[in-house]
């Protein structure tokens, strides 16, 4: 691994103990040796974040939400006012009063970043009640569902042929379903108001695991319905003639919840060798762990004209964007419908519901030029990408706890950190995102552990829908880092891509594929061992 080539420390805690010499000099009596446990060199880090790294989160509701500390003046006056327009909530257009605000939709999930990401972190996972089998994701979901078209055979060398593997958009729809939308979104809007392009229904099925010495835990994982598409109102995939394009057996399905957006700015400063130093696709250590890298396109190289606009992906469930920039834009246009200098065009322009809509409402909009495009200006743009660019990381709490201290030398002895890599040195200079960096990102030492790439996490966490270079079993690593404040900032978040683990402990056991041998190692620890983990895990 490239933060420390097969270090000492981590040879040590595969060993768990190592055997110490105590009788002495020249004493050959005999004496009893003393084992000497090796703990690895992250035990006792605290600032996570480098010098970006806040001090004042600790059982704070707003955790995630402190600017970098070593901002200038002038940056943190421009992340303040990005903060102030991350959680701007924006309106049908036209609206006079606030003209800045409108062009919500017409179709789309929330209105506004902050309902994805709340108050920085995850959404809450939504629950059902007690006499609720399945529940409809409405204005309070901030979870959604990623579409495509099967492709006949996996796309494996992305080309401009074919559109560099990005997913198949399914017809009439695109990859990304917005289950709502402004009043007349609909044609049959008078049966449908507010109702995006389908309704999406959430229900879970339920299975327990059951440890070696007896203590049980129960995992659910979430099923989703999608009905009433606006191609074919009413219909569902149990109609006796499916006619809907949404609808048909082709068309790949996956869920995904907001993630937290603090630290970013360093993970994109993480210099690409860094990262491509783990590759190891074909498993040539033996260890049961591979980890690919996505190259996926890149707006922001194609808008600048570049003739490969590939890069790097880094953000995402399956790494599928290259820079928070890319990220932060696609989203405010996709998730929110709000078009920006980076996507100038409506994620559903051309599509049968799109026309229709222009057609019936006369729709004029109020963006910035003749055409009523972008929406939202370059200012306002570059405000929430340097927002999310320079949130702070908060630091690690009790360290000096015994359980928590115990915690990392079992993470190495279980291979966790075969995937989730603790250490990256930030790069010195150039762009993230095509624009300079900012000072205070450059040559930082930051533990995130995540190695960035993708790995196979076994079919009981595979959505099967392929996205760039990942194919339907793998998923980039979690970044960890601030993972123990997640439900102190959102007591209801759940962890994983589709929030279906309730606890860390959950999360874990979830765990298959190339980390099947750790979750089948963490199961044999005892009940205090396993503890430990977790202990260490909320420290972060």
Same mark, same amino acid.
């Given at each position: 691994?490239?933060?420390?080539?097969?270090?000492?420390?981590?040879?040590?805690?595969?060993?768990?103990?190592?055997?110490?010499?105590?009788?002495?000099?020249?004493?050959?009596?005999?004496?009893?040796?003393?084992?000497?446990?090796?703990?690895?060199?992250?035990?006792?880090?605290?600032?996570?974040?480098?010098?970006?790294?806040?001090?004042?989160?600790?059982?704070?509701?707003?955790?995630?939400?402190?600017?970098?500390?070593?901002?200038?003046?002038?940056?943190?006056?421009?992340?303040?006012?990005?903060?102030? =327009?991350?959680?701007?909530?924006?309106?049908?257009?036209?609206?006079?009063?606030?003209?800045?605000?409108?062009?919500?939709?017409?179709?789309?999930?929330?209105?506004?970043?902050?309902?994805?990401?709340?108050?920085?972190?995850?959404?809450?996972?939504?629950?059902?009640?007690?006499?609720?089998?399945?529940?409809?994701?409405?204005?309070?979901?901030?979870?959604?569902?990623?579409?495509?078209?099967?492709?006949?055979?996996?796309?494996?060398?992305?080309?401009?042929?074919?559109?560099?593997?990005?997913?198949?958009?399914?017809?009439?729809?695109?990859?990304?379903?917005?289950?709502?939308?402004?009043?007349?979104?609909?044609?049959?809007?008078?049966?449908?108001?507010?109702?995006?392009?389908?309704?999406?229904?959430?229900?879970?099925?339920?299975?327990?695991?059951?440890?070696?010495?007896?203590?049980?835990?129960?995992?659910?994982?979430?099923?989703?319905?999608?009905?009433?598409?606006?191609?074919?109102?009413?219909?569902?995939?149990?109609?006796? =003639?499916?006619?809907?394009?949404?609808?048909?057996?082709?068309?790949?399905?996956?869920?995904?919840?907001?993630?937290?957006?603090?630290?970013?700015?360093?993970?994109?400063?993480?210099?690409?060798?860094?990262?491509?130093? =783990?590759?190891?696709?074909?498993?040539?250590?033996?260890?049961?762990?591979?980890?690919?890298?996505?190259?996926?396109?890149?707006?922001?190289?194609?808008?600048?004209?570049?003739?490969?606009?590939?890069?790097?992906?880094?953000?995402?469930?399956?790494?599928?964007?290259?820079?928070?920039?890319?990220?932060?834009?696609?989203?405010?246009?996709?998730?929110?419908?709000?078009?920006?200098?980076?996507?100038?065009?409506?994620?559903?322009?051309?599509?049968?519901?799109?026309?229709?809509?222009?057609?019936?409402?006369?729709?004029?909009?109020?963006?910035?030029?003749?055409?009523?495009?972008?929406?939202?200006?370059?200012?306002?743009?570059?405000?929430?990408?340097?927002?999310?660019?320079?949130?702070?990381?908060?630091?690690?709490?009790?360290?000096?706890?015994?359980?928590?201290?115990?915690?990392?030398?079992?993470?190495?002895?279980?291979?966790?950190?075969?995937?989730?890599?603790?250490?990256?040195?930030?790069?010195?200079?150039?762009?993230?995102?095509?624009?300079?960096?900012?000072?205070?990102?450059?040559?930082?030492?930051?533990?995130?552990?995540?190695?960035?790439?993708?790995?196979?996490?076994?079919?009981?966490?595979?959505?099967?829908?392929?996205?760039?270079?990942?194919?339907?079993?793998?998923?980039?690593?979690?970044?960890?880092?601030?993972?123990?404040?997640?439900?102190?900032?959102?007591?209801?978040?759940?962890?994983?891509?589709?929030?279906?683990?309730?606890?860390?402990?959950?999360?874990?056991?979830?765990?298959?594929?190339?980390?099947?041998?750790?979750?089948?190692?963490?199961?044999?620890?005892?009940?205090?061992?396993? =503890?430990?983990?977790?202990?260490?895990?909320?420290?972060?």
């Amino acid at each position: 691994m490239n933060y420390l080539s097969t270090p000492p420390y981590f040879l040590l805690a595969l060993m768990g103990l190592t055997l110490t010499a105590c009788g002495g000099s020249g004493d050959d009596s005999g004496a009893p040796t003393t084992p000497t446990v090796s703990y690895p060199s992250y035990t006792d880090v605290i600032a996570l974040g480098g010098d970006t790294t806040t001090f004042d989160a600790s059982n704070s509701g707003h955790g995630f939400s402190t600017p970098s500390l070593n901002l200038t003046e002038d940056e943190l006056a421009l992340h303040l006012e990005g903060d102030a =327009n991350f959680e701007a909530s924006f309106t049908t257009a036209p609206n006079s009063e606030h003209p800045e605000l409108d062009g919500l939709g017409p179709v789309f999930n929330n209105a506004d970043c902050n309902s994805c990401h709340q108050r920085d972190g995850r959404n809450s996972t939504p629950f059902l009640a007690a006499d609720q089998t399945r529940v409809k994701l409405d204005s309070s979901a901030g979870i959604f569902l990623r579409i495509s078209k099967a492709s006949d055979q996996p796309c494996t060398v992305g080309t401009a042929d074919n559109q560099y593997c990005a997913p198949i958009k399914v017809p009439d729809f695109g990859d990304q379903l917005f289950h709502r939308g402004v009043l007349k979104a609909r044609a049959d809007w008078q049966n449908n108001a507010f109702v995006g392009q389908a309704d999406v229904y959430l229900s879970y099925e339920r299975h327990d695991v059951t440890y070696a010495d007896g203590v049980v835990v129960s995992l659910k994982k979430p099923i989703f319905e999608v009905e009433n598409p606006y191609d074919a109102p009413g219909e569902t995939k149990q109609s006796a =003639n499916v006619t809907s394009n949404l609808l048909q057996d082709d068309v790949l399905m996956g869920w995904r919840n907001g993630m937290p957006v603090f630290g970013l700015g360093l993970l994109e400063a993480i210099p690409e060798a860094s990262i491509l130093a =783990n590759v190891d696709a074909e498993d040539s250590n033996n260890d049961g762990i591979s980890g690919r890298a996505n190259w996926v396109f890149d707006a922001v190289k194609a808008q600048q004209g570049d003739e490969n606009p590939v890069s790097l992906g880094r953000f995402g469930w399956k790494a599928n964007t290259p820079s928070v920039r890319v990220q932060s834009l696609g989203a405010l246009r996709g998730d929110i419908g709000i078009t920006n200098p980076l996507f100038p065009d409506e994620s559903v322009a051309g599509t049968s519901l799109h026309d229709s809509y222009l057609t019936r409402t006369g729709f004029i909009d109020t963006g910035e030029d003749a055409n009523g495009e972008p929406e939202a200006s370059a200012a306002f743009s570059d405000s929430v990408v340097f927002y999310a660019e320079t949130l702070a990381v908060p630091a690690r709490r009790n360290v000096d706890d015994s359980d928590v201290r115990e915690g990392p030398r079992l993470f190495e002895q279980l291979n966790c950190s075969g995937c989730h890599t603790p250490s990256f040195v930030t790069k010195t200079s150039g762009d993230i995102g095509g624009l300079p960096m900012s000072d205070s990102l450059k040559g930082q030492t930051i533990y995130p552990f995540s190695d960035m790439l993708l790995h196979d996490m076994g079919e009981g966490l595979a959505d099967g829908r392929p996205d760039f270079l990942a194919d339907g079993n793998e998923w980039r690593t979690r970044p960890l880092w601030g993972i123990g404040l997640t439900q102190t900032v959102n007591p209801q978040a759940g962890f994983l891509h589709d929030g279906r683990a309730a606890t860390l402990e959950e999360a874990i056991l979830w765990h298959g594929g190339e980390a099947q041998q750790s979750t089948d190692d963490f199961m044999a620890l005892s009940q205090d061992e396993r =503890n430990q983990v977790i202990v260490f895990l909320r420290s972060l």
